[in-house]
């Protein structure tokens, strides 16, 4: 009968030394990850809240990845603007020079070569390519959207948009058709001072001066309207950035050990693994000669 009850002692001894050591290798394990809930039996009040945590931040991750490509893209439209502004600008300064009766044909001739190469340089600006992607073509950013003479656009209307948090877009571009074209033609504009500057008819030059005005402040509404949108996207980078941190914030009380807490358990289950082990092993050397 003795032997019968420390085999049964010994068996229970074996079970409670392999629990203790898996809560003791748990416990070690939480100390080197720092992480409290790695599964959803650890503690099954939190899972929800942990993965909706995640979730969240996976999210606000994108939508601050999406506003910084779509400033990346309006910068970058922002840069040929510019440009485009200084040829504008200074087709508007020659028109002011050309309303001069004083001036030569040689000087209108001058004058007249000079906006035909910004002619040219409008043109090429207006089909500005960015990574191989027209960035005044619309949505459709592959095809060329400017040819012809007179220019006529053939890109698209539409503007990509992008999300930029829950049920909100933003566009990412500027399309050529509302820059160049809408309401006032660019190259229209143009063509219609190098007719008068090339004829030498400053009264028809100086007809040309308040449509080069509209033009030119055409080009700086847009400029704005691309400037305001960049501001917009600063505030929602901001806020998504605000939200994780807050939202990191609570996933780490959800989910991150308290590593005193941890040390403390650590210690009662290696005394308490230690001492089993103690006792298993005396529990095993006993055999039937022990009691004969």
Do not use: W
Request: aromatic content about 6%; glycine content about 4%.
């Amino acid at each position: 009968m003795t032997i019968v009850r420390d085999s049964s002692s010994y068996r229970v001894l074996q079970y409670n030394l392999s629990k203790n050591t898996t809560k003791l290798n748990e416990l070690y394990i939480k100390t080197s990850t720092g992480i409290e809930v790695a599964k959803a039996s650890d503690n099954p009040s939190s899972v929800q809240k942990i993965i909706g945590c995640r979730s969240s931040i996976v999210a606000g991750e994108r939508y601050i990845e999406n506003c910084r490509s779509a400033q990346d893209n309006l910068s970058s439209s922002e840069t040929y603007i510019d440009s485009i502004l200084d040829v504008m600008e200074r087709a508007k300064e020659i028109g002011i020079s050309a309303a001069n009766d004083s001036l030569s044909q040689s000087d209108f001739n001058t004058y007249t070569d000079e906006l035909s190469r910004m002619q040219d340089a409008l043109l090429d600006l207006a089909n500005t390519q960015v990574s191989g992607k027209y960035i005044f073509a619309g949505y459709d950013d592959t095809s060329q959207p400017f040819s012809g003479s007179p220019v006529t656009y053939n890109g698209t209307t539409d503007h990509q948009m992008i999300t930029v948090s829950p049920g909100s877009t933003v566009a990412g571009n500027i399309t050529g058709e509302e820059l160049f074209m809408n309401p006032t033609d660019l190259f229209a504009t143009l063509d219609n001072l190098i007719t008068a500057v090339s004829a030498g008819d400053t009264a028809l030059v100086s007809s040309q001066l308040d449509q080069l005005e509209v033009a030119a402040e055409q080009v700086r509404s847009r400029q704005s309207e691309l400037g305001n949108a960049s501001a917009r996207l600063d505030d929602l980078i901001t806020m998504h950035s605000n939200s994780n941190l807050l939202l990191t914030e609570t996933l780490s009380t959800e989910e991150d050990a308290d590593l005193t807490e941890l040390l403390s358990e650590i210690s009662k289950y290696e005394l308490s693994v230690e001492a089993t082990m103690q006792v298993t092993g005396r529990v095993s050397a006993l055999n039937l000669f022990d009691y004969l």
